[in-house]
């Protein structure tokens, strides 16, 4: 077994595959309406299905908006340089809700955003660049 897609549903499907493929890096790997259900799939991630998990945003048509709930956690994505990654994410009109820094509690360096629908993507750094990067910028 290995895990296929995470599901969210969207308001607005165009704006969220912008988000998620010009502001996130994803591909756009497929969409597809269904008028019988009035609603449409969009498939996004970082690669092929058949060896990535990926994103399925879910929009039913007429829905501009949900509430999220107390349930719903985050999607984690790792980066090589989280501090360049949050300026360009700023930089494009992406919402940065808690600045590039340790966690509380450890040591590891994370960051969050939200994409349109408020949804919480939880940036972490891979290996030791980004912090490296900050900590020669501190010193400069």
Do not use: N, W
């Given at each position: 077994m290995r895990m296929l897609h995470t599901m969210l549903r969207v308001g607005d499907l165009d704006k969220s595959i912008a988000f998620y493929c010009d502001i996130l890096g994803m591909t756009l790997l497929r969409r597809k309406d269904y008028p019988s259900g009035e609603f449409t799939l969009a498939f996004v991630g970082y690669g092929e299905e058949k060896d990535n998990t990926v994103i399925e945003l879910t929009y039913n048509w007429g829905v501009e908006e949900y509430d999220l709930g107390k349930g719903y956690g985050h999607i984690a994505l790792?980066?090589?340089?989280?501090?360049?990654?949050?300026?360009?994410?700023?930089?494009?009109?992406?919402?940065?809700?808690?600045?590039?820094?340790?966690?509380?509690?450890?040591?590891?360096?994370?960051?969050?955003?939200?994409?349109?629908?408020?949804?919480?993507?939880?940036?972490?750094?891979?290996?030791?660049?980004?912090?490296?990067?900050?900590?020669?910028?501190?010193?400069?």
């Open positions: 790792g980066v090589d340089d989280i501090y360049g990654t949050c300026d360009r994410i700023k930089a494009q009109g992406g919402k940065i809700s808690r600045e590039p820094g340790p966690m509380k509690h450890g040591t590891t360096v994370i960051a969050f955003v939200e994409d349109p629908d408020g949804y919480k993507i939880e940036l972490i750094q891979l290996g030791t660049q980004g912090s490296a990067k900050k900590e020669a910028a501190a010193t400069a």
